[in-house]
């Protein structure tokens, strides 16, 4: 008689399985790293979930040294139909800053925009490649600052169907082992990089799914949630669904967005825990 495999894997393993189905549409499926063998050595994307629309979602990982499986019962929100990932390829011309352009950008954000800040004269809007972190393309996006544009701030091109849409700054030196800052914009990212941590952005989506914040764990087991004024009540309910997948979340108040904040007192906030811009320090 065939017998039943039990397998016996901690706490956080079920949780991460259970948040990843649960970020699922009905009729959805969803590929990537084992939360149980991580992938083995090369990382493999070996592990695929898919939630069917009784609200059962099934889980497999294909490793032969893993065989991770099983099922997850889901609660089916009524209405709830798959959502199609969409990628948007960038078509428009790009030009470098002039040297109006780069005195404006120093001035407001003390930041040098160098060769990667463009210009797109047919939205008027400053242009931002987004990048993965081990520094793929992924995308760009293209944000009004002085609302010359019309329509939204930030538009997105996102041209990589498999990936999150979040953007990666790695300022940190070798044997730096401080916590990522998760921001909103790509500029702030940026900046905190400049102050010499690594960042990711969420390109004004505020949307930290599942898929995005298992790449973050991927990295580190530590983060600063660091969203722009107004986003408290946000930030708090993402440290409350993802805290036991971290071994520390650390939620800023910010008075300013960081692409405002001097980098100094960016290494002060980071490196004290509390500056005078973080409003809960």
Known sequence: MMTKTVYKVPERVQREVELWADGLAS????????PKCLGGSS??????????????????????????????????????????????????GLETLDKHQVKWYREKFDINPGTEVYWC??????????????GGHRGWILRDFNGY?????????????????????????????????????????RKVSDAGFKSVSLNGANALGFEEIYEIRAETPSIIIALDRGMLPLSIR??????????????????????????????????????DFISNS
């Open 27 to 34: 009729g959805e499926s969803s590929r990537g790293v084992c």
């Open 121 to 134: 004269p047919s939205v008027s809007r400053y242009a931002y490649r987004v990048y993965g972190p081990t």
């Open 149 to 189: 544009g019309q329509g939204a701030k930030s538009l997105a091109y996102k041209e990589k169907e498999d990936e999150p849409f979040i953007g990666w700054f790695d300022g940190s030196k070798p044997g730096d082992f401080h916590p990522v800052i998760v921001v909103e914009d790509i500029v702030s990212a």
């Open 43 to 92: 990382g493999e994307k070996s592990f695929l979930c898919s939630r069917s629309t009784s609200g059962i979602a099934h889980f497999i990982c294909f490793r032969a040294s893993c065989g991770y499986r099983g099922t997850v019962d889901l609660v089916l929100g009524p209405g709830s139909t798959p959502v199609p990932k969409k990628t948007h390829r960038m078509m428009r």
């Open 238 to 275: 993402y440290r409350s669904k993802y805290e036991i997948l971290f071994d520390d979340i650390v939620i800023w108040q910010l008075d300013k967005d960081l692409k405002y904040v001097d980098r100094t007192r960016i290494r002060e906030g980071v490196i004290n825990g509390r500056a």
